[in-house]
């Protein structure tokens, strides 16, 4: 456990960079406003199709329907709300993936199940008036409720998993021309996930049955996150600079669904929503620029005493609540090979990782700082909790450094160091704090990283979190 020091970790680092106390935003699951809609509907793709400025939707079903249709959702001009387009396009579809390519200027959608049940490996695009099917020399296998997000660094859209999940993993690069497989040994399956690309971490987030999972381009990771579920859906929210996740259930038996919106800028936390949206899953999320947030329709409730199906279009939007401050987190500093150890005492799905369980700081309340993956076979000595004001420099030299002074120019530090807080290595570690009741913290930000030294001699650090303190 930690020592009696911990408790003013956070309490000395805030103090050194505390900043104005500042009103901001709340955020509420609000209802938008339209022409007609597309109706109850379930198993849809939606994508923001951003050089027309208008979210285009396409496919679902509605009870014994299988849906073949085209919806486009604007707010900027006439006709405002949903629209349908009479147009020739794919067959009737459910469980497909859309996704808009930004370096070509189109809606990308994938595979699903037609009518009958029968698999898709269809590639479509959309040009904001047109249907054009493509026949690429290779394409995936048939599927259906996989995930489609961008990723620009590998020069296209990317779509991960889906049925049949039959123990086989699937990860593939569409570039306008072909696919490409991308599948390793290290690509996890997985199906009825979301998955968004945030850009500013330059990293795939995927949420869903077997948990959360990140990709850097190169290689996959797990990471500690919210309880595993089924049919979320998730999207990147560029303005905030995080991806939102909302829905799905954690009991697909049951209709567990969990009455919460969740936010990841490198670390997962609640954020705080008022009221919340009816809780579903089996729907489909956009980031909408028009209307200033992330945006779904539709979805379904499946509970023990019978289901409810959806035709609303809501919006995540702040709203001003005086005297309230969000906090927030950030993680940063996942890539350098420190964390691998460079001897195989780590794997890539097992290395190191600081994090704050889900929960945000806000003052007058308890907050915890916590590492897993820590001890493994080789059993490393108690580990320091490093913590300071900032990530730009340490003692006037620009962040981050390396530890070539200790023989590991691999491993980087991140975070201005000015206090340390031990504790006794386990697999997992805990350092608690409590943050007073004082609102020259709120808006501050302070830094955290872990340092150790295994047993068998070579150290390592962990990634880094930003913590910014709120009011609530």
């Known amino acids: 456990m930690p020592n009696c020091r911990a408790s003013s970790a956070v309490v000395s680092a805030a103090f050194l960079f505390a900043l104005a106390t500042s009103l901001t935003a709340q955020f509420a699951w609000s209802p938008l406003w339209g022409g007609g809609h597309p109706g109850d509907r379930i198993d849809h793709a939606m994508a923001y199709d951003a050089a027309r400025g208008k979210t285009v939707m396409f496919g679902g079903s509605s009870g014994a329907i299988t849906f073949g249709d085209t919806w486009t959702f604007q707010t900027t001009a006439a006709p405002y709300g949903w629209t349908q387009h009479g147009i ?6 459910t469980g497909h993936a859309m996704v808009y390519d930004d370096t070509r200027q189109v809606v990308v959608l994938f595979g699903g199940n037609l009518i009958g049940g029968v698999a898709s490996n269809e590639t479509w695009e959309w040009d904001g008036s047109t249907w054009t099917q493509h026949t690429p020399t290779t394409s995936p296998p048939p599927r259906s409720h996989m995930a489609a997000a961008p990723f620009p660094q590998l020069g296209g859209v990317v779509f991960y998993g889906g049925y049949p999940n039959n123990g086989t993993s699937h990860f593939w690069l569409w570039d306008g021309i072909d696919w490409q497989d991308l599948t390793t040994a290290d690509t996890p399956p997985n199906s009825a996930h979301a998955m968004a690309y945030h850009e500013g971490q330059q990293a795939l987030v995927v949420h869903g049955p ?4 990140i990709y850097n381009g190169s290689s996959w990771r797990y ?8 049919n979320p859906s998730m999207v990147y929210d560029p303005v905030r600079d995080r991806v939102v996740m909302f829905g799905g259930s954690t009991d697909p038996v049951g209709g567990v669904y969990p009455n919460e919106t969740m936010v990841w800028n490198g670390l997962w936390s609640e954020t705080t929503t008022t009221p919340y949206g009816p809780v579903r899953e089996r729907f489909d999320m956009v980031f909408d620029p028009n209307v200033g947030g992330p945006v779904f329709y539709g979805g379904i409730y499946l509970g023990w005493s019978g289901s409810t199906s959806f035709s609303d279009t809501q919006a995540l939007l702040p709203t001003t609540l005086p005297g309230h401050s ?20 780590f794997s890539e799905t097992s290395k190191p990782l600081l994090y704050t369980g889900g929960q945000r700081a806000w003052i007058d309340e308890p907050f915890g700082i916590y590492a897993t993956n820590v001890a493994g076979t080789f059993q490393p000595a108690p580990v320091l909790l490093l913590f300071g004001p900032s990530d730009q420099t340490w003692n006037g030299v620009p962040l981050p450094v390396d530890l070539s002074v200790l023989g590991r120019p691999d491993c980087l530090i991140y975070i201005d160091v000015q206090g340390t807080n031990a504790a006794s290595a386990g697999y997992n570690v805990a350092w608690p704090f409590a943050i007073p009741n004082s609102l020259p913290l709120v808006g501050s930000s302070s830094y955290f990283q872990m340092f150790g030294v295994s047993q068998l001699g070579p150290i390592f650090t962990s990634n880094a979190v930003e913590v910014v303190i709120g009011q609530r």
């Open 88 to 93: 020739a396009g794919p067959t009737p579809r």
């Open 210 to 213: 077997n948990g959360t999972l």
């Open 223 to 230: 990471e500690p996150g919210p309880t595993p579920r089924t």
């Open 326 to 345: 969000e906090a927030s987190l950030r993680g940063f500093g996942f890539t350098d090979d420190c964390l691998y150890i460079g001897n195989g005492l």
